[in-house]
């Protein structure tokens, strides 16, 4: 199983990029939002990645991140969502908006998606939505509070909510409003008094 590749960007294509390590090329099937984080040609990259095999064909998916890729294992692990499909979601959305969608039951904004109908979209909502909040997003994501470093005030603060019984994807909405109407480097205290609000509420 390849998990990253580390070389040089060699070329790109409408869905694809060649990472050249060490003189071996490996064909990667992107989504658009990582294209654009690649770069241009020539730039030093690491892309984290996904083997898919079957009867018919056998491909590497890259992202450009760990928190992507776990998406998109979440994504294909839904009825009727293959590797294409999971790529559109994940070129109409960031890792935050998805897990925002989900948490929130927000079938309309996975809808976006290029050949994502309104029902795919509500069945990909249905099924994550619990594991929406648990799910780790690409770093430095303003108001996920599933996104903040383990240890931080956030992260203890959608823990606490978890302990007291509310459901990670409550959990982690809950903290990540509060993390925006208090600042994200708002005490411990101060962000569960306001989460606890706003899960409840």
């Known amino acids: 199983m390849i998990a990253k590749l580390t070389g040089l960007l060699d070329d790109t294509g409408a869905d694809w990029a060649i990472i050249d390590v060490n003189g071996v090329g490996y064909l990667v099937h992107c989504s658009a939002r990582t294209l654009d984080h690649l770069g241009i040609r020539g730039d030093r990259v690491v892309v984290h990645t996904?083997?898919?095999?079957?009867?018919?064909?056998?491909?590497?998916?890259?992202?450009?991140?760990?928190?992507e890729r776990n998406w998109f294992r979440l994504?294909?692990?839904?009825?009727?969502?293959?590797s294409k499909v999971a790529l559109a979601i994940l070129s109409a959305l960031t890792t935050e908006e998805l897990q925002r969608a989900c948490a929130g039951g927000d079938s309309a904004m996975v809808a976006r998606?290029?050949?994502?109908?309104?029902?795919?979209?509500?069945?990909?909502?249905?099924?994550?939505?619990?594991?929406?909040?648990?799910?780790p997003t690409a770093p430095g994501a303003?108001?996920?509070?599933?996104?903040?470093?383990?240890?931080?005030?956030?992260?203890?603060?959608?823990?606490?909510l978890q302990?007291?019984?509310?459901?990670?994807?409550?959990?982690?909405?809950?903290?990540?409003?509060?993390?925006?109407?208090?600042?994200?480097?708002?005490?411990?205290?101060?962000?569960?008094?306001?989460?606890?609000?706003?899960?409840?509420?």
């Open 75 to 82: 994504l294909t692990a839904v009825q009727g969502v293959g």
């Open 163 to 201: 302990n007291l019984g509310f459901k990670p994807a409550v959990a982690a909405t809950a903290v990540g409003k509060a993390v925006d109407q208090l600042g994200e480097d708002a005490p411990l205290g101060d962000l569960m008094r306001v989460a606890l609000k706003l899960a409840t509420g």
């Open 113 to 135: 998606a290029n050949g994502v109908g309104p029902k795919l979209a509500s069945r990909i909502v249905n099924e994550l939505k619990d594991k929406a909040g648990g799910m």
């Open 50 to 67: 996904e083997m898919q095999v079957s009867e018919t064909d056998q491909r590497l998916i890259g992202f450009t991140s760990g928190a």
């Open 142 to 160: 303003p108001g996920i509070a599933a996104a903040a470093p383990a240890g931080s005030a956030s992260a203890d603060a959608v823990s606490a």
